[in-house]
DNA sequence: AATTCCATTATTTTCGAAAATTACTATTGC
DNA sequence: GCAATAGTAATTTTCGAAAATAATGGAATT
């Protein structure tokens, strides 16, 4: 793996988990101490993130993370459901058995690691975001997909400081990915949308409530 | 404007305009050359189109051209439906009276440049693209207008061959974009969403036709 | 003849410095 | 006191060379 593509790696893990603060500016100096390379693997790393939205850059003023607002994050979670309620309804049209093992073993995983006490953050974040991916990547959409995962990054921003912020979780949400994947494995198109549905809606809850005040 | 962000609209609008050959190779000293810049500019430029699957790069073996293929041209499309649709329908709902009066003077400016005889393609096609956008820019979504440039960009690969291989059309393509025009002043969602979708769709019979037999 | 190995060449990737531009600070003039 | 300004520092952007890697071609070996 080149430089240019672990920077891209780390930074966007970095951006995504809110190591760096919305509009803070990306200086090539302190990003250069920080992942220890030069400057020219950091800006293609960040020419990349900007064309996916997770950083701005201005001409001749350097780079910075993206703002985060209410109104962008309605407007991802809005573009989130219409991708992938269409990659869903592809999925289960076109998935294959080796598909439904695959949901049924991302969702296994993610149960492991979500009941283990004091387990690793990010491996648990990274099974969630793996189970999430399982249920549409039959879609066989090489777009939808790439969409999928840059509304997942983009709303991710949001969701982590706002479960951090909102506290103990009243939702099941163990219960929901079961019985998301139940409908998706039973082909029961209109059950499996619905509850995806609502499961990022409740999520969007949340995280609204947790994102007004700031 | 700096380098790299010239790189990026020059490379960006020879790939799309079929200058380079699908899945060539984008070598540095070519690009440095046919340019007049050096390599750090081209490289952000090419890291920017890669985010943008219009070039793919192989690590230390450097970037090509995106390869076309009628699957991947099938999934654009299909994609461009959904996304174009959803934003339509929203623009119809949200536009104000200064979103109207865009899309009249984009389908006037188109107009006017289609039939003046012996124009400036460049110039046609921009207001192409001009009067598709100012359809859908009323949606107010940010995260769909993002995905309609790139799946514009991504058929529009596939529609400037396919055009000149098919020779003379019989289609009225003016007549479309009018009768589009007119059900979106009209608020009519359905007719225009339903008139949208067989504009794209009669494109893309042409453009099946121009692709099967490469 | 086919294959492996090595040397050579071509190409990408990275660095460090130079050039260009912006941001900051202190000073001047009003 | 405050705006304009010149000078300085900080930062981004770009270049050219060096390092690293891949591709090529030819000789030696099986």
């Known amino acids: 793996m080149t430089l240019a593509e672990k920077a891209y790696v780390s930074l966007r893990k970095d951006i995504v988990e809110g190591c760096f603060a919305p509009e803070s500016p990306l200086r090539l100096a302190d990003l250069s101490e920080r992942y220890g390379m030069g ?19 201005e001409s001749l003023r350097g780079f910075r993370v993206s703002a985060r607002s209410l109104a962008e994050f ?7 459901l219409l991708v992938e309620t269409e990659a869903l309804r592809l999925a289960i049209a076109r998935g294959d058995d080796g ?7 991302a969702l296994y995983a993610l149960r492991l690691q979500a009941r283990r006490q004091g387990g690793d953050v990010d491996e648990l974040k990274a099974r969630h975001h793996a189970f999430h991916r399982s249920l549409l990547v039959a879609c066989g959409s090489d777009w939808l997909m790439d969409f999928f995962e840059r509304l997942y990054a983009a709303t991710e921003r949001y969701r982590i400081p ?4 909102a506290g103990p979780q ?6 929901e990915h079961g019985a998301i994947a ?3 494995l039973a082909r029961d198109t209109r059950r499996a ?6 499961h990022y809606l ?4 949340t995280i609204r409530s947790g994102l007004a005040p700031a």
Chains 1, 2 share one sequence.
């Open 39 to 57: 400057f020219s693997p950091l800006r293609e790393a960040l020419n990349r993130l900007q064309a996916e939205r997770l950083v701005t850059a």
């Open 202 to 205: 409740r999520t969007a809850v």
């Open 182 to 184: 139940d409908a998706v």
């Open 99 to 105: 598909w439904e093992a695959s949901i049924v073993a």
């Open 193 to 198: 949308e619905e509850l995806l549905r609502d």
């Open 162 to 165: 706002a479960l951090i912020a």
């Open 74 to 80: 309605e407007d991802a979670l809005h573009a989130r």
């Open 170 to 175: 009243k939702r099941d949400i163990d219960a």
